[in-house]
């Protein structure tokens, strides 16, 4: 390798250096934010944790996003975590999942209150074409009309 070689490859990598270091920096930077303002609901009492617990989880965040190993809230991957819990379901119950999960119906519920329900109605009459009863079919019995032994 010649010496134009080496100075090119050495400048190639301080630069690629030079991004991770200021991305990890940006990241830090991020986590730094976040992490006063979830010091700032511990301490205001709207986090739905007592005050230890909160300061804990806010700390521990806030470790993790120095380490890189909290992701952001990106938005693709919550739809695909919606959908891949309704595919658990029976195929006839996914369609309400999905509606639930995109926030049609009614929500009931927080979580500091214990938990969140959501509820979502749909009404489905039956087709016309297909009768109560199949013809041919002897029919409901009545009391008294001699249909089962001992029955008078």
Do not use: F, W
């Not at 991004?19 to 976040?34: H, N, W």
């Not at 005050?51 to 804990?56: D, G, P, Q, Y």
């Not at 029919?139 to 001699?146: C, E, K, Q």
Request: charged content about 25%.
């Amino acid at each position: 390798m010649n010496t134009k070689s080496k100075h090119r490859a050495s400048r190639l990598a301080m630069a690629a250096l030079g991004a991770i270091l200021l991305s990890s920096a940006q990241a830090a930077s991020d986590g730094q934010a976040a992490y006063r303002e979830e010091v700032a609901r511990c301490n205001s009492g709207k986090s739905g944790q007592d005050r230890a617990t909160c300061l804990r989880e806010a700390g521990a965040a806030l470790q993790e996003a120095r380490r890189g190993n909290l992701r952001g809230g990106d938005a693709s991957g919550y739809e695909r975590n919606r959908t891949q819990r309704c595919n658990a379901l029976p195929e006839a119950d996914r369609p309400a999942c999905i509606a639930r999960a995109e926030g049609r119906g009614t929500v009931t519920g927080s979580v500091e209150g214990g938990g969140v329900l959501r509820e979502y109605r749909e009404i489905v009459t039956p087709a016309p074409s297909s009768p109560a009863m199949p013809s041919g079919s002897p029919g409901p019995a009545t009391p008294g009309s001699g249909g089962a032994p001992g029955m008078r």
